[in-house]
Nanobody, 126 residues
Framework: VQLQAFGGGLVQTGGSLRLSCAIA????????MAWFRQAPGKEREFVGA????????RVAESVKGRFTISIDNAKNMIDLQMNNLKPEDTAVYYC????????????????????WGQGTLVTVSS
C-alpha cells in the first residue's frame, strides 16, 4: 500500500486548504485512515481519522469546528478540508492507514497505523 499526500501550500490566517491522500492499494488494506501533523521541534500530533466502511470520523479538539475529514471510496482518497487556518496549524501533514478497523480510542494513536505517506507542508502566515 502506498499513500501520497498532496495539497499543501502557503495560506494566510483565516484561509482554507484542502489536503488529499491518494491510496494505491486495495480498499480493504486501509480500513482506518488518519491525518497527523508535525511542526518543527514538536512531536507528531493527531488531526483526524475516519473508518472507511462506516464513515465514522473523529477530529482533534484543536481543530474541531475548522477541519473536516472525508473519504471518497470511489476514488480511493481521503481529504482534509481545513478552514479558518491559524499560524499554529503550520506543520507537515501526513496521511496514515491500517487494514484494521480501529476502535475509536485508537484512532488518534500513531502507533495504530501501518502505512504512512510522505507528508505535505502547510504554512499559515500571520
Amino acid at each position: 500500500v502506498q499513500l501520497q499526500a498532496f495539497g499543501g501550500g502557503l495560506v494566510q490566517t483565516g484561509g482554507s486548504l484542502r489536503l488529499s491522500c491518494a491510496i494505491a492499494g486495495r480498499t480493504s488494506s486501509t480500513s482506518s485512515m488518519a491525518w497527523f501533523r508535525q511542526a518543527p521541534g514538536k512531536e507528531r500530533e493527531f488531526v483526524g481519522a475516519i473508518r472507511r466502511r462506516e464513515h465514522v470520523s473523529r477530529v482533534a479538539e484543536s481543530v474541531k469546528g475548522r477541519f473536516t475529514i472525508s473519504i471518497d471510496n470511489a476514488k480511493n482518497m481521503i481529504d482534509l478540508q481545513m478552514n479558518n487556518l491559524k499560524p499554529e496549524d503550520t506543520a507537515v501533514y501526513y496521511c496514515a492507514g491500517t487494514p484494521r478497523t480501529l476502535i475509536l480510542s485508537s484512532l488518534g494513536n500513531p502507533r495504530s497505523y501501518d502505512y504512512w505517506g510522505q507528508g505535505t507542508l502547510v504554512t499559515v502566515s500571520s
